[in-house]
């Protein structure tokens, strides 16, 4: 679908971000519950855990959301250890996070969230990913790099064409989820019942 955009019609990160930045550098004041600070563990199979152990105060998130003004529909991306793991925002939930993430605003005139998560996922940019991190012991994906990836930049309707299809796909992956849970349900039933 995307595959035949020339390098004349890729763009950076950079040219369709409104904001590339990361998390806290500085660890913040934990608190025993409030807003759940996440950590790059917290992105999961390219989606947000927001379960957690580690809580901030409100007054300490009113100070951090200034770097990182999250909304529904802004990138989180792993840039440490298990790195260039995309996680778009799709609970209005107040939550702050560590350096280790990345913050993409994606331009919403430019480009479809969706979108942009599943072209980070590509190949190519999985590709331009590894050949810009830095480290030895601790592979790290910095800032700078990740302004220069450039990724196939189709037209709105097609990147809106291909967010439905994702929709789609994770709302026929969420049944299929739930059905296999009350399959097993049943068969946990079914053995204590027959071996007690």
């Known amino acids: 679908m995307f595959g035949d955009i020339s390098d004349d019609e890729k763009k950076t990160m950079a040219d369709i971000c409104t904001i590339i930045t990361d998390g806290t550098h500085q660890p913040p004041k934990f608190v025993s519950e409030g807003i759940p600070f996440l950590f790059v563990s917290n992105i999961v199979t390219n989606e947000i855990s927001y379960d957690t152990q580690k809580f901030i105060s409100e007054e300490t998130y009113a100070k951090l959301i200034k770097r990182t003004p999250i909304e529904i529909g802004d990138i989180l991306l792993s840039t440490v250890g298990s790195y260039g793991h995309p996680a778009v925002v799709k609970k209005e939930k107040p939550f702050c996070f560590q ?3 990345a913050y993409l605003k994606p ?3 430019m480009v479809d969230s969706e979108y942009l998560r599943g072209a980070i996922l590509s190949a190519d ?10 480290g030895i ?3 790290t994906l910095n800032l700078s ?8 930049l189709p037209p709105i309707d097609r990147q809106k064409q291909f967010a439905a299809f994702v929709a789609q796909t994770d709302k026929s992956k969420s049944k299929i989820q ?7 349900l049943l068969f946990d039933s079914l053995m204590q019942k027959y071996f007690g």
Do not use: C, F, M, W
């Open 99 to 101: 350096r280790h993430i």
């Open 107 to 109: 331009n919403a005139d």
């Open 125 to 134: 940019v999985q590709r331009q990913i590894d050949e810009g991190v830095k």
């Open 137 to 139: 012991a601790q592979k």
């Open 145 to 152: 790099e990740i302004r220069k990836i450039k990724l196939p």
């Open 178 to 184: 739930k059905s296999l849970e009350e399959t097993q």
